[in-house]
């Protein structure tokens, strides 16, 4: 009988130790998993992957218990969510394949997943996003608006052009048909009713709606009507004058105008009234992207001119070409008012620790793509962190504001964390960002989708990115 009893409790024990020996895609072992929400870190652990989901985070002496045919040695570097950038453009219709060239660019630099905030090819970004989802393209998940919403004969190529409430109407209908996943509006010749009623509108069918915010208008005005998300720093900036009814009657009467306005925030900013403000953005679940990087490059054009850029390589030259408004523009600046754009910009970067004591959601993003001068996608993103952490936030914050907040606005509960469950988007880094942010660009490895690049993957993306680059020129 015991004979018996001990054969069965083996056979059980077998099936067990069998069922134990699971087979999976990958096993990064050794490394050190980091939890972007608190700063810990995990020590001697394995993450492992299946069907481009984390299965699980265990101790290395449990690695035993999974098959795979991919086991990777992370050699006790550090593990972090893959890298969000929350305002990257495609666009110029005739350089659309300058554009596919820059996909790759941004694994290469572990951005995982970009926010493409409109431009004039989204037929186009729309069918990446597919066949990136799909893996029948490489590069990093995209979510995308769309074209924009604008008023008629907007300065922006590619956008839906709109004068009334049944064009609204059409144009919405339209950005479901493409199924975007926010919707983006500005205001170069969109009537300030018009404005109002589409934030609304947009709540109304389901998405968030993220844009610039109007000078005829107060901040609190497009709050209250739905507005989710800022871009840009400097309309934050702007709500932080002592009185911002008063600026925006006189912005809408015409008494005051262009730099002028600059001057009056200059003059007018009141921490007391920002704060206030600010509070309430945060209490609306209003989030910012500063995208400073964009303005610094061009605000500090007089200090770099960037054109011996290393990066250029991975440029296309039509791409390049669209760099050439911004750095005219800023070409045409005197002494005077080039000291006035650094001040500008100081003083707008600085409220960056008075939204995050107020509780604002900051989100990184760089701008960069299309249009924007030296602004260079996957690089762009360690930029905007190095720039978020000059001007206040912890390198924590920052980092929390790429990999944490950008999902957490978009709803996408599936990012975020190295954890059971959550997307296999992963950068092994070399050294600790959280002790220095230049740290993320000690990159060793990225696991997009799943799917293991180690830093010989990655080289060989850079260099083809460099060559196809090359060809336009």
């Known amino acids: 009988m015991k004979t018996i009893l001990s054969t069965f409790l083996l056979l059980i024990a077998a099936a067990f130790a069998r069922a134990q020996d699971k087979a999976v895609d990958l096993i990064i072992h050794s490394v050190k998993v980091m939890d972007i929400q608190t700063g810990k870190i995990q020590k001697d652990r394995a993450i492992v992957i299946q069907d481009e989901q984390i299965l699980a985070v265990i101790p290395n002496k449990k690695v035993k218990?999974?098959?795979?045919?991919?086991?990777i040695d992370g050699g006790n570097r550090f593990a972090?969510?893959?890298?969000?950038?929350?305002h990257v453009h495609f666009g110029g219709d005739n350089i659309v394949e300058e554009n596919k060239n820059l996909l790759p660019l941004?694994?290469?630099?572990?951005?995982?997943?970009?926010r493409?905030?409109?431009?004039?090819?989204?037929d186009k970004v729309i069918e990446w996003r597919e066949a990136i989802n799909e893996g029948s393209l490489n590069g990093p998940t995209i979510f995308t608006s769309g074209p924009k919403i604008e008023g008629i004969n907007s300065i922006w190529p590619g956008d839906l052009e709109i004068g009334s409430s049944s064009e609204l109407f059409q144009a919405l209908d339209s950005l479901e048909?493409?199924?975007?996943?926010?919707?983006?509006?500005t205001d170069n010749t969109l009537s300030p009713q018009l404005y109002l009623e589409a934030l609304k509108e947009v709540r109304k069918r389901g998405w968030e709606i993220t844009g610039h915010s109007p000078g005829v208008l107060t901040l609190q005005e497009v709050m209250d009507a739905g507005l989710s998300g800022v871009e840009h720093i400097y309309y934050a900036w702007r709500a932080g004058v002592k009185d911002e009814a008063s600026l925006a009657k006189s912005i809408e009467k015409g008494e005051i105008r262009g730099r002028a306005v600059n001057e009056y925030i200059l003059e007018n900013f009141d921490?007391?009234?920002?704060?206030r403000t600010y509070r309430e953005m945060a209490k609306k679940g209003v989030a910012v992207t500063p995208t400073l990087n964009s303005s610094h490059t061009v605000v500090f054009l007089d200090q770099n001119d960037h054109k011996n850029d290393p990066y250029l390589q991975y440029i296309g030259e039509g791409l390049q070409r669209t760099y050439e408004w911004r750095v005219n523009r800023a070409a045409q600046d005197d002494a005077a008012a080039i000291a006035k754009r650094h001040e500008v910009f100081e003083k707008s970067a600085s409220i960056l620790p008075l939204l995050q004591k107020a509780g604002v959601k900051i989100m990184a993003g760089t701008d960069a793509g299309y249009l924007n001068s030296f602004n260079f996608p996957g690089i762009g993103i360690h930029q905007e962190l190095a720039l978020l952490v000059h001007y206040?936030?912890?390198?924590?914050?920052?980092l929390q504001a790429s990999v944490i907040n950008s999902p957490d606005f978009l709803h996408k509960n599936n990012y975020g964390e190295i954890a059971t469950g959550k997307k296999a988007d992963i950068v092994l880094l070399n050294d600790n960002p959280i002790k220095d942010i230049k740290n993320t660009q000690s990159i060793h490895a990225v696991v997009a989708k799943g799917i293991h690049y180690d830093r010989t993957a990655l080289d060989h993306m850079l260099e083809e990115v460099k060559i196809k680059a090359a060809e336009t020129k």
């Open 65 to 71: 218990h999974y098959k795979t045919s991919e086991l």
């Open 80 to 86: 972090m969510p893959g890298l969000w950038d929350m």
């Open 106 to 114: 941004y694994l290469a630099h572990g951005v995982t997943t970009v």
């Open 116 to 122: 493409d905030c409109a431009g004039d090819i989204s």
């Open 177 to 185: 048909t493409l199924k975007v996943d926010f919707v983006k509006i």
């Open 271 to 275: 921490t007391a009234a920002a704060m």
């Open 392 to 398: 206040g936030l912890t390198p924590l914050e920052a």
